[in-house]
């Protein structure tokens, strides 16, 4: 089978032609006639024909050549014409047939030039000079048959050769022109695929982040619905008043994890790229997440040094560790006193610690969880550039750590 390759040869077919097997003669390749190749082939024959003719004309007026000579110049030349609408298939074969009829045909003459021009456009070099090494004794030959009188052998050859290889040149010169057509439109075509691949990584980068954030905001929302909603069956004889604020925490809870559920799938709807990103929260906004906790009835204690200070983006990381461990907590450790301690410098990093007492028994929440909250935080934290260890203390305690660097 072949292989599908850009052909420098035939641009018009671009993107791709098909190429044959490396055991297959590429001159046998068939390729499909445009409109283009139609007009091309046809004006080609057309003034071969004509200036062959006149060609003719000029050896039967001369009367050093013979009858006999004339009629096989004409019956030659006339079969040399017709092999030109093969040449696009064999076009190297053509070339050197007509070269070889051209020793013995006037008429054939400037078909078999313009064989040898077809060679220099659509082959390598090598072949090219082939067929001209190989037709070069058929000019003895053709001037032993054709004698003329008035013109020297020496200026005859000289201008054989200088005809021959200006076709030579001329078919070069388009090859090579196609050839840098055909490498322009490829690395055109190339930095075009670049482009839209790095669009779709942008987008997928971009939809990995909004994936990231939704674990980060529903994951938080849903676990303070499910400790608000424990604390309801549990405490069934509680008063009226404590059951209504609440189910009012629960209802405010649930409308604000469908608010960012709703922005979220629009974002990744392939018509919102548009849609306005809200603010992304930063160390400043701690107090309230804490206090989110707190009224869920989480004992947490908060000590963070100067949150106004940080960057904004290590201030982002670090706000979304505190968030991932509180949400940890009340998974995990319902009812577990939690210590966060967010402490650091310019030039020291930012460094975030969330601690909280295991359970020795019956504390996990039963609220379900992916599994991936500290996988897509360390990835965040690593893109950051900074470093997180999470696991059970020697002292009982489970301990979420991470540093981010915090430049001067």
């Known amino acids: 089978m072949g292989t599908l390759i850009a052909d420098p040869d035939h641009p018009r077919l671009l993107p791709a032609v098909l190429v044959p097997r490396p055991d297959v003669d590429p001159d046998t390749t068939r390729l499909r006639r445009t409109m283009r190749d139609w007009m091309v082939d046809i004006v080609a024959f057309v003034l071969c024909a004509?200036?062959?003719?006149?060609?003719?004309?000029?050896?039967?007026?001369?009367?050093?050549?013979?009858?006999?000579?004339?009629?096989?110049?004409?019956?030659?030349?006339?079969?040399?014409?017709?092999?030109?609408?093969?040449?696009?298939?064999?076009?190297?074969?053509?070339?050197?047939?007509?070269?070889?009829?051209?020793?013995?045909?006037?008429?054939?003459?400037?078909?078999?030039?313009?064989?040898?021009?077809?060679?220099?456009?659509?082959?390598?070099?090598?072949?090219?000079?082939?067929?001209?090494?190989?037709t070069i004794p058929t000019f003895p030959i053709y001037t032993a048959t054709h004698p003329d009188d008035s013109t020297s052998f020496l200026?005859?050859?000289?201008?054989?050769?200088?005809?021959?290889?200006?076709?030579?040149a001329w078919g070069m010169v388009v090859r090579a022109r196609r050839q840098l057509v055909l490498s322009l439109r490829d690395r055109a075509l190339r930095a075009e695929a670049e482009q839209q691949l790095r669009v779709e990584q942008a987008k997928a980068s971009e939809r990995a982040r909004i994936a990231r954030e939704m674990?980060?905001?529903?994951?938080?929302?849903?676990?303070?619905?499910?400790?608000?909603?424990?604390?309801?069956?549990?405490?069934?004889?509680?008063?009226?008043?404590?059951?209504?604020?609440?189910?009012?925490?629960?209802?405010?809870?649930?409308?604000?994890?469908?608010e960012d559920l709703r922005e979220v799938i629009g974002v990744l709807r392939e018509d919102g790229g548009d849609t306005p990103e809200r603010p992304q929260p930063t160390l400043a906004d701690l107090p309230a997440l804490v206090g989110e906790s707190r009224g869920a009835g989480m004992a947490v204690r908060l000590d963070v040094e100067e949150p106004e200070a940080v960057p904004a983006n290590v201030g982002r990381t670090g706000y979304r560790v505190v968030q991932e461990g509180l949400t940890n907590a009340r998974k995990h450790a319902r009812g577990a006193a939690v210590a966060v301690t967010v402490a650091g410098a310019p030039g020291e990093g930012l460094t975030v610690e969330v601690r909280n007492r295991l359970p020795i028994g019956g504390g996990a929440a039963g609220i379900p969880g992916a599994g991936t909250g500290i996988v897509g935080l360390a990835e965040r934290v690593a893109l950051a550039g900074g470093r997180i260890e999470h696991g059970r203390t020697d002292d009982g305690d489970f301990r979420l750590w991470a540093w981010l660097p915090w430049p001067r």
């Open 155 to 168: 200026l005859e050859a000289s201008l054989a050769v200088l005809v021959t290889g200006g076709v030579i």
């Open 50 to 134: 004509g200036c062959g003719l006149l060609l003719f004309g000029a050896e039967e007026a001369r009367t050093e050549v013979s009858r006999a000579v004339l009629n096989i110049d004409f019956a030659v030349g006339c079969v040399a014409l017709l092999a030109l609408w093969l040449r696009r298939r064999w076009p190297v074969g053509v070339a050197i047939a007509l070269g070889l009829t051209s020793a013995i045909s006037s008429l054939a003459a400037f078909a078999a030039a313009f064989a040898l021009f077809t060679v220099a456009v659509h082959r390598p070099a090598s072949k090219v000079f082939l067929v001209a090494l190989l």
């Open 215 to 258: 674990h980060d905001v529903l994951a938080h929302r849903i676990s303070l619905l499910s400790l608000h909603a424990g604390a309801l069956e549990f405490r069934g004889d509680a008063p009226p008043a404590e059951v209504a604020r609440a189910a009012g925490v629960i209802r405010d809870t649930a409308h604000e994890a469908l």
